[in-house]
T-cell receptor, first 116, second 113 residues
Framework: NAGVMQNPRHLVRRRGQEARLRCSPMKGHSHVYWYRQLPEEGLKFMVYLQKENIIDESGMPKERFSAEFPKEGPSILRIQQVVRGDSAAYFC??????????????FGEGSRLTVL | KNQVEQSPQSLIILEGKNCTLQCNYTVSPFSNLRWYKQDTGRGPVSLTIMTFSENTKSNGRYTATLDADTKQSSLHITASQLSDSASYICVVTIAYNTDKLIFGTGTRLQVFP
């Protein structure tokens, strides 16, 4: 049973390009969370999704960032027109139905975005 | 303001020694408190999760304590090993809010031989 899978692990983009980060939750998990971690800082919540629904995107910048979790396929975090300040590690986590507040949250290994 | 503060920021110990990491929080209403271990360049891995009614929970050489009255938690590592070198993150969940996990900035532990 594979864990939370994120790809790519490393991504380099030039300013103005688009970055797409993918996350496949653990088998049987339908809740996906995205977090951003800047160097030497803690993880910051970005967005919480269930299949085909965005439940809370209060932590996500209003412009250039979007997330989806389609019925089929992985969750995608999309960053348009990247800027240097978007350079960070982006972590995806998943949890099982009914375990959102008290259950285990499993993290992927992260996608490290570098914007040149 | 909901905050989680950890101390010390960094810690160096010798292999075989014990250490204790601290976490103070102002999160309200409180649901649970988790400790995660994050190796450099890796994703966080859960060590313990404690609800309001739990005072202590162990996971091998890791023992977490929780005092909900003073809003403090500690993570005690016994007989440290080189592989314990990592960041240890305290995370508090706000009750009734499915996505609001408040993360501390972590304590960076280095274990030397």
């Amino acid at each position: 049973n594979a864990g939370v899978m994120q790809n790519p692990r490393h991504l380099v983009r030039r300013r103005g390009q688009e970055a797409r980060l993918r996350c496949s939750p653990m088998k049987g998990h339908s809740h996906v969370y995205w977090y951003r971690q800047l160097p030497e800082e803690g993880l910051k919540f970005m967005v919480y999704l269930q299949k085909e629904n965005i439940i809370d995107e209060s932590g996500m910048p209003k412009e250039r960032f979007s997330a989806e979790f389609p019925k089929e396929g992985p969750s995608i975090l999309r960053i348009q027109q990247v800027v240097r300040g978007d350079s960070a590690a982006y972590f995806c986590a998943s949890s099982a139905d009914g375990d959102r507040n008290t259950g285990e949250l499993f993290f992927g290994e992260g996608s490290r975005l570098t914007v040149l | 303001k909901n905050q989680v503060e950890q101390s010390p920021q960094s810690l160096i110990i010798l292999e075989g020694k014990n250490c204790t990491l601290q976490c103070n929080y102002t999160v309200s209403p409180f649901s649970n408190l988790r400790w995660y271990k994050q190796d450099t360049g890796r994703g966080p891995v859960s060590l313990t999760i404690m609800t309001f009614s739990e005072n202590t929970k162990s996971n091998g050489r890791y023992t977490a304590t929780l005092d909900a009255d003073t809003k403090q938690s500690s993570l005690h590592i016994t007989a440290s090993q080189l592989s314990d070198s990592a960041s240890y993150i305290c995370v508090v969940t706000i009750a009734y809010n499915t996505d609001k996990l408040i993360f501390g900035t972590g304590t960076r532990l280095q274990v030397f031989p």
